[in-house]
């Protein structure tokens, strides 16, 4: 699973960083199990988290187009919880709004971590999910790694794109 892989690469990283050594916060921590115990103990984050991203067809490697939009994503660490409002223009109607890891101007993971999916697919969508615990505060960590993608029928891999973030602080 790409989203498992991605955590264990993320892991692996930080110890050869010297930055392993997790916290004996909870059980998982104590005797990780799965990659994204791992890296919820390495990478833990508490609160809640805003992103406002700019949506266009120029983050999508050779894709022109005109289309545009937005994004407010917002991530509560405490409950595992992102919602999205995601708005556009100038594109077909969208089959599914996520956020992807991808760096900016690369191909997306073509695997969603984060499925948001709306009532209105011309325009916009705005949806909340739950995801598992370690994928927030990998993304509040190096949002430079993520981008919000809206996908549509004639676009599969992305109609417009954004990158939740500049940085990446692991």
């Given at each position: 699973?790409?989203?498992?892989?991605?955590?264990?690469?993320?892991?692996?990283?930080?110890?050869?960083?010297?930055l392993g050594?997790?916290?004996?916060?909870?059980?998982?921590?104590?005797?990780?199990?799965?990659?994204?115990?791992?890296?919820?103990?390495?990478?833990?984050?508490?609160?809640?988290?805003?992103?406002?991203?700019?949506?266009?067809?120029?983050?999508?490697?050779?894709?022109?187009?005109?289309?545009?939009?937005?994004?407010?994503?917002?991530?509560?660490?405490?409950?595992?919880?992102?919602?999205?409002?995601?708005?556009?223009?100038?594109?077909?109607?969208?089959?599914?709004?996520?956020?992807?890891?991808?760096?900016?101007?690369?191909?997306?993971?073509?695997?969603?971590?984060?499925?948001?999916?709306?009532?209105?697919?011309?325009?916009?969508?705005?949806?909340?999910?739950?995801?598992?615990?370690?994928?927030?505060?990998?993304?509040?960590k190096c949002?430079?790694?993520?981008?919000?993608?809206?996908?549509?029928?004639?676009?599969?891999?992305?109609?417009?794109?954004?990158?939740?973030?500049?940085?990446?602080?692991?």
């Open positions: 699973m790409r989203r498992s892989t991605a955590a264990a690469v993320v892991a692996v990283a930080l110890a050869a960083a010297g050594g997790a916290p004996a916060a909870s059980a998982a921590c104590e005797n990780p199990f799965t990659p994204i115990d791992v890296v919820n103990c390495v990478v833990p984050v508490t609160g809640t988290y805003s992103f406002n991203v700019a949506l266009s067809p120029v983050q999508i490697p050779g894709l022109p187009g005109t289309g545009s939009g937005t994004s407010s994503v917002a991530m509560d660490a405490a409950n595992n919880r992102v919602c999205a409002t995601t708005t556009w223009t100038g594109i077909d109607p969208a089959t599914l709004v996520a956020i992807h890891q991808g760096a900016q101007g690369q191909p997306p993971n073509p695997v969603p971590l984060v499925a948001l999916s709306g009532a209105n697919p011309q325009s916009g969508a705005s949806a909340c999910t739950l995801v598992a615990p370690g994928e927030i505060g990998v993304i509040v949002p430079a790694q993520f981008n919000v993608v809206v996908q549509t029928r004639l676009h599969p891999d992305g109609a417009i794109r954004g990158q939740l973030g500049s940085t990446c602080s692991i």
